[in-house]
């Protein structure tokens, strides 16, 4: 290499990409925890535009965001009224647990295998299982929900089936939860002895943890009053 002659073996370092939520995500959570705070009440009207000047974002992403919560039935298109938060049911609630339940048997099945070989996995449901005895006895409702929903979405990702993992997900089942207790006084359902129960199972590689998942999960969809808490 001759002097001032620029030395092109030298690569120069380009920073690695940085990942960026898209705006239509960030619009979909900023409603969604409007709507846990009780900023949009069931029935409410939802302004994109009031959005999008407090967000200063446009419209599209906007509508990306609706599309998605629409998806999930928390928001729908009224004729010549536009966007509304849906009227949630006591019969919404009781369509979405038999998928759940079929969604989780079959994940249960899944992972039953793979556990054998990924000691972590019940770690991580011991640590979920623990942290639902501790908030049990603190009295906090929204971490044990949260807590729950975590010790089944691992029980769900265990299964290896990214197919499985999308539809559970897009059940938004912790959103759900959170909003029956908000919106319809349900009752709490998680409790650490019938999770116990479910971990042992796995412990003990039990070919019938698939039935014990569904019906466990199945118990969610029982009247308020008619179980005790889950």
């Known amino acids: 290499m001759t002097a001032g002659t620029p030395d092109r073996t030298r690569i120069p370092s380009v920073p690695a990409p940085v990942a960026r939520v898209p705006l239509s995500e960030q619009v979909r959570d900023f409603v969604l925890e409007g709507l846990l705070n009780g900023r949009w009440q069931p ?44 009227e949630l049911t006591p019969g919404q609630l009781t369509e979405v647990y038999p998928v759940r339940a079929a969604l ?17 996995v019940l770690e991580r449901l011991e640590h979920h299982l623990e942290r639902l005895r501790e908030l049990a006895r603190a009295d906090d409702v929204e971490g044990q929900i949260h807590h729950g929903v975590e010790f089944h979405r691992e029980i769900v990702r265990a299964s290896g089936n990214q197919v499985l993992l999308r539809n559970w997900e897009s059940l938004a089942i912790e959103l759900w939860t959170r909003l029956s207790l908000k919106w319809l006084r349900t009752e709490p359902h998680e409790n650490a002895c019938d999770h116990e129960a479910i971990v042992e199972a796995f412990r003990r590689q039990d070919p019938y943890v698939g039935r014990l998942v569904q019906l466990h999960v199945l118990n969610y969809a029982k009247p308020a009053g008619s179980h005790g808490s889950e």
């Open 43 to 86: 029935g409410d009207r939802i302004v994109e535009r009031r959005i999008g000047l407090e967000l200063g974002v446009s419209q599209t992403p906007i509508r990306e965001a609706l599309r998605d919560l629409q998806a999930m039935q928390l928001v729908e298109s009224i004729p010549n009224k536009g966007m509304r938060v849906t």
């Open 104 to 120: 989780e048997k079959l994940a249960a099945e899944l992972a039953v295998r793979r556990m054998a070989d990924d000691a972590a």
